[in-house]
Nanobody, 123 residues
Framework: QVQLVESGGGLVQAGGSLTLSCAAS????????MAWFRQAPGKEREFVAA????????YYEDSVKGRFTVSRGNAKNTVYLQMNSLKPKDTALYYC????????????????WGQGTQVTVSS
């Protein structure tokens, strides 16, 4: 089993920045990709960004490209999401997730999830 714990959410004004962190513990050796998803009230969960250490790449949902940066810690069991130029539409519950797949944007391919951290961007 893999446990994921997010932190770093909060309330920020539009144009501001936040950094989310996700710490993984347990049997993490098979989790090749760690990602961030988000879900706004009344909307479906959507992919935000992911880092695949085995494929050595990162990829993003189009609306966050150039504003968000996903990265891994040196031990590869921590993933960060640096969010700049935040907009009210970025308001959501942000989830960290881990997958055995080397590259995926599908929530169904992520077997491990954190409890979520709330990000609220005021206008």
């Amino acid at each position: 089993q893999v446990q994921l714990v997010e932190s770093g959410g909060g309330l920020v004004q539009a144009g501001g920045s936040l950094t989310l962190s996700c710490a993984a513990s347990g049997r993490t050796s098979g989790t090749y990709t760690m990602a961030w998803f988000r879900q706004a009230p009344g909307k479906e969960r959507e992919f935000v960004a992911a880092n695949s250490w085995i494929a050595d790449n990162t990829y993003y949902e189009d609306s966050v490209k150039g504003r968000f940066t996903v990265s891994r810690g040196n031990a590869k069991n921590t993933v960060y999401l640096q969010m700049n130029s935040l907009k009210p539409k970025d308001t959501a519950l942000y989830y960290c997730a881990a997958s055995i797949h080397p590259r995926s944007t599908k929530g169904s391919e992520y077997g491990y999830w954190g409890q979520g951290t709330q990000v609220t961007v005021s206008s």
